[in-house]
């Protein structure tokens, strides 16, 4: 438990950041030599990129299975009902943007794997472009971690980017980017319903505790994109694989399960993507960072915990489900909760939503 005064601190600092809590304006930095440095980097991981794409252009298994199976069935009939209701492929169920977004592509520039995996580059840059707006070791350490699952060609850096674009539009106050980055990631993956619930209903009850309002803006702009999820979703009729199996409550009730995924849930943050949290750590300790809690954080963490009952409920076995899925769930978050800890300029004077 933190000392009363560190909570008082930190309940103070998430009403400041109910509604779009940091203004564009930084401190001057230390080495204006330095100013070239995220450029630099930019460059130089989208150089590492294309060199460690191009030497897996099908990218990693579930990338051929799942989305570039589809987009290329997309791309060569041009029958949206055929390729996600008529052909035998597995979790249609899934949300249709990136492949999508493939098929387009594969069609204007032709049918090429260079074509699929510079789709995946532009969300990579634009994950870095994100990055490069707060620490310059932020940038370096964590958009590493983001070229290192790129080339998989998986829809989870592209969910990543999607949470990371609405976590650095909060902080810029940019009410309208967040629900347009939020509602991407539902039309990514399933997850994204999970975090666009997660990080909107923070925000609005963080609102609503200080002024007594909602973050209207937001709200309206991710409803069409809610609307479009569930008219997926209706038009595909598949109950999802977690959530709509028999056994539920016999699940929920297995007290061994929480205990086994809490244990696998610890040591595999702690390994993740080649120990990167480490680095993390020491960054963060370097940069003599306080911790000032805000909507994007207390939603990362929460989000965490939504995906440690999507364990608990699971009909699959659970050591395969976690070793097959779990890294790329920290994914989605890492990116954003660094950015969420470590975003240092000050709220506006007078918020906005």
């Not at 055929?82 to 204007?108: D, G, M, N």
């Not at 032709?110 to 634009?126: K, N, P, Q, R, Y």
């Not at 991407?184 to 619930?197: D, M, R, S, V, W």
Request: proline share 5%; aromatic share 14%; charged share 10%.
């Amino acid at each position: 438990m933190l000392p009363p005064q560190q909570q008082s601190e930190g309940l103070a600092g998430l009403s400041r950041g109910a509604v779009g809590v940091h203004a564009d304006v930084a401190s001057a930095p230390r080495f204006p030599q330095l100013r070239r440095l995220p450029a630099l980097i930019i460059v130089l991981y989208l150089l590492l990129y294309i060199g460690l794409a191009t030497s897996m252009p099908y990218g990693s298994y579930d990338a051929f299975v799942f989305w570039n199976q589809k987009a290329r069935w997309l791309a060569y009939t041009g029958d949206f009902a055929f390729t996600f209701k008529t052909l035998p492929l597995e979790h249609q169920e899934y949300p249709p943007l990136l492949p999508i977004v493939s098929a387009v592509a594969l069609r204007l520039f032709g049918d090429s794997t260079t074509v699929l995996i510079a789709v995946h580059g532009m969300f990579l840059m634009i994950g870095l472009l994100l990055l490069a707006q707060g620490r310059v070791w932020v940038l370096a350490v964590v958009g590493l971690i983001l070229l290192n699952y790129a080339a998989w060609q998986y829809a989870d850096v592209p969910l990543a980017v999607a949470l990371l674009g609405g976590t650095v539009a909060f902080f810029t106050r940019r009410a309208v980017w967040v629900g347009v980055a939020l509602g991407i990631g539902l039309l990514l993956k399933n997850e994204g319903l999970l975090i666009a619930l997660i990080f909107m209903s923070v925000w609005s009850v963080a609102l609503w505790l200080r002024e007594r309002r909602l973050p209207m803006r937001a709200l309206v702009t991710i409803l069409p994109f809610m609307v479009a999820f569930g008219t997926w979703k209706l038009w595909m009729g598949d109950a999802n694989d977690v959530v709509g199996a028999s056994g539920l409550w016999e699940r929920l009730t297995d007290w061994g399960r929480y205990q086994l995924i809490a244990g696998f849930m610890l040591t595999s943050t702690i390994s993740f993507s080649t120990s990167a949290l480490l680095f993390i750590g020491i960054g963060l300790w370097l940069d003599r960072i306080r911790l000032r809690w805000s909507v994007p954080l207390v939603a990362v963490m929460l989000i965490w915990g939504g995906y440690f009952m999507i364990y608990v409920i699971t009909p699959h076995d659970i050591v395969f489900h976690f070793i097959n899925s779990y890294e790329r769930l920290l994914l989605h978050l890492v990116p954003s909760w660094v950015v969420a800890l470590t975003w240092q300029r000050q709220p506006p004077a007078v918020p906005s939503a």
